[in-house]
């Protein structure tokens, strides 16, 4: 159970990040930081059940992937030792050859569509004995346990939690790539970004399930306007079938229905690599070969640029071609969390980042960074990753420009993610017309991410 703010001399520099940010703003009750901060605890305390901190209640009834990493991020600010067991319970659910499941269920039973007996995980070869789907989530972990242990070290939980880190990036490495450093995602909810526009064309080409066939759960918390539709379950479900007739592990030959390179996938993969060289070297390891999977996963990257649009492209495998609808979607810009662009990349990618038109603020929206480019007809305020601002692509951001030494853009970004959380609560998403939160609320990462925007400078 998350306590109070942790009062030891490991506390991540708080009161010279508080001054900052209050000689910045102006903002009284943001400079000290109170009220926000044990709101955003007060979060994590009722939706930890105590192995994990469900992502957010009723709607998501299990442990998450990349949200327990992030749940993580702002544990490590005020109960490091739950941090810690997070993590660990996460690791649990790890698969004999490596892959991290994007969800692990605890307990089996939970009130979720597709859950443990669609997965059917138990009793297939190599799975842990706990409840887990079969296929996995943006790579945030490795980065996570960095934040965690440079909070507060503790070598005997990275001898524990780092080698099965490592599996499960050799698996991406091993199982996912095509002829190429990059790693694909074969269900667009491994991108965690499911109903992302980019997603629209390649996902027209999966054969659906009909939807009679399986009661969504969904919709039973969240209005339809604000999901995605019937018919992109239907796709959603039929992949999850044909990946469980592979035993989740299709050959690198065997022609997929969905299949695709994602940059921001990729993106968040090279920085885990670094952290996961960086955590092998605490604890006495050779990091070299981490080492090189980032250089090749940023090369890759870097090959993905098109000059004439001006941005990094995804790639569809299975129709062998550029996704140019990815140019719209916020993911577009997170080679720069990765380092990749190069001075003129970077321009445009800021350019566009705080374009009105584009995913920046405007009269009409005026809370960023939207999901999706105000400018495309594909763009939606109110649907899911169709439109809506999201505090963990606003926090990806901020570790972005503070990267390449955009401060005073890093700051501005933070504030106002603080400014529409302090107004607005901690929901999943929010509509960039008046910040009003949707999806589901009390939601997990957007209090613990709000934590770590508060606490690390
Ligand atoms: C499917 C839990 C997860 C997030 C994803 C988000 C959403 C699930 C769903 O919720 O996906 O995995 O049921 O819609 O897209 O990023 O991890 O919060």
Redesign the pocket.
């Known amino acids: 159970m998350p306590r109070a703010r942790s009062t030891t001399r490991e506390s991540c520099s708080l009161s010279q990040h508080t001054s900052d940010w209050g000689e910045m703003t102006g903002n009284r009750s943001r400079r000290s930081g109170h009220g926000l901060r044990e709101a955003a605890t007060a979060i994590l305390a009722a939706n930890d059940h105590g192995t994990h901190v469900v992502?957010?209640p009723g709607q998501?009834p299990a442990q998450?992937n990349?949200?327990s990493a992030l749940i993580a991020v702002g544990l490590a600010h005020i109960d490091p030792a739950r941090a810690r067991l997070e993590v660990e319970q996460l690791l649990s659910g790890r698969w004999d050859d490596g892959l991290l499941p994007?969800?692990v269920f605890r307990p089996s039973d939970v009130d979720y569509f597709p859950g443990p007996s669609v997965w059917q995980s138990q009793g297939m070869a190599g799975a842990p004995i706990v409840a887990v789907s079969g296929i996995t989530?943006p790579p945030v972990l490795a980065t996570a346990i960095r934040v965690l242990h440079e909070c507060h070290p503790d070598i005997g939980f990275l001898e524990r939690s780092v080698p099965s880190l490592d599996r499960w990036h050799r698996w991406l490495h091993d199982n996912r790539s095509r002829s190429n450093p990059l790693v694909a995602i074969v269900h667009p909810?491994e991108s965690?970004?499911?109903n992302s526009p980019r997603f629209d064309k390649p996902l027209s080409l999966v054969s659906a399930v009909d939807v009679g066939r399986f009661q969504r759960r969904?919709l039973e918390h969240v209005p339809a306007e604000q999901r995605p539709g019937d018919e992109e379950y239907g796709r959603y479900a039929s992949l999850v079938e044909q990946l469980r007739d592979r035993s989740y592990r299709p050959t690198s030959d065997e022609p997929l229905e969905f299949i695709y390179i994602d940059v921001a996938f990729n993106s968040i993969l090279a920085v885990a690599e670094d952290d996961l060289a960086w955590l092998r070297q605490q604890i006495g390891l050779p990091a070299q070969e981490a080492r090189e999977r980032a250089a090749a996963l940023r090369q890759g990257i870097a090959e993905t640029w098109d000059d004439e649009l001006g941005g990094f492209l995804d790639f569809d495998l299975r129709q062998g071609m550029p996704v140019i609808e990815s140019l719209e979607c916020v993911t577009s810009l997170l080679p720069m969390y990765a380092g990749v662009a190069d001075q003129n990349q970077l321009g445009k990618l800021i350019d566009t980042l705080w374009d009105p038109t584009g995913f920046g603020p405007s009269p009409e929206f005026p809370v960023g960074i939207t999901s999706v480019v105000k400018r495309s007809d594909r763009f939606d305020p109110r649907c899911y990753?169709r439109g809506p601002v999201w505090v963990n692509m606003n926090w990806l951001l901020v570790q972005a420009l503070r990267r390449h030494g955009r401060q005073e853009e890093a700051s501005r970004l933070r504030d106002r993610t603080l400014d529409l959380v302090q107004e607005h609560g901690f929901y999943e998403y929010y509509d960039p017309r008046t910040g009003e939160g949707i999806g589901c609320s009390r939601f997990s990462w957007s209090a613990s991410l709000t934590l770590d925007l508060l606490e690390r400078p």
Do not use: E, L, S
């Open positions: 992502p957010g998501y998450w990349w949200d994007h969800i989530q909810w965690g970004t499911d969904d990753w």
